[in-house]
Structures are given as C-alpha cells and as structure tokens.
C-alpha cells in the first residue's frame, strides 16, 4: 500500500480520537492529492493545497450530512476564486464506478441498509477515507468496506473541477 495515496487529513490515526469529520476530511484530502499531483510549484497545486488546508482548519463534525455538503461546497467555492465550479448530483444519480471523474467529488454513501451516514471522496480511480491512511482503489469492493452493511449507490455527490479548460482537458 506504500505506492497508494496518502489520505492526508485521517481520523484515528496514530491514537487521535477525532470523530465524524469525514466529509471534511475526506475532501481535504482529496484537494491535496490533487496539489500534489499538478506540482508543488505549479499555481494549480498551491491553489489545491490552500483549499485543503482551509477544509481541515473549517471542519464540521457530522450533523446533517446535506448542511455540511452545502457548507463544504461554500467553503470551498468562496476560496477557489475563478479557478473551481462545482458540479452536483443528488439521490443515486452519480454512477461513481461507471463515471470516474479526475477532479475531488465528495459523496455521501447510501448503505445496503439505507445508511447515509459515512462520506468519502474520489479523484479519478482513488478513494480517500478519512478512517484509514491511505486511499484505496475505486471498485465495488472499497465501496462496500466502506460501508458496514454495503454500497447501495451515491446518495448525494458534488464534484469540483477546473474552469480552465486547460487544466480540465489535461486529465480527461
């Protein structure tokens, strides 16, 4: 797993006892994978990077998952200037295994059980999970661990990506 992205921002990792920051979390991870990958010394990384930051120093623990995405997106378009515009797709209408998209979405899972209570994020073929320290491949398998009962589908997803369609054209 050493060769797999690190989810930067985890929960309970090395003993700490932060709880049910996950959408934030997940997503502060996301962007800096995402710094990461455009360069440190590129203006789209700093940018990436910045925006993670912002998300874990303005996380909110879970209440309602709808309100916090709200919030997560807010924050996030309030800090990207120009460079971001969100895209959202509400109750199952994401197919997250058959529409992989290169650019941090945050999703809220629906459980086997009709669960919404757990929330990653993906870039491209990566899942960052704020419960473990490393992302994990995307593929009905992540999904279900992901979920104690299993993945039913995407109950509330939103994507950020690129307005310049340079930046956007790199990665499609």
Known sequence: MSHWPETRYAENINGATETRY???NAM???FYYCGER???SSWEGWVF???ADI???NRMKSQNSLKQMEMLEKIILDNAGEALQSQK???KKLDIL???CNWPTSVILLAKDKGVQHAVSIVGNWVFDSSIKNAMP????????CCVSGFEAAHVSICFVPKSKKLWKKYV
């Open 22 to 24: 996950c959408l934030f």
């Open 28 to 30: 502060a991870s996301a």
């Open 38 to 40: 455009e360069g440190k």
């Open 49 to 51: 990077k910045r925006i």
């Open 55 to 57: 998300l874990y120093k």
């Open 89 to 91: 797709w509400s109750k």
């Open 98 to 100: 058959g529409n992989v």
């Open 138 to 145: 995307l593929c009905r398998d992540t999904l279900d661990w």
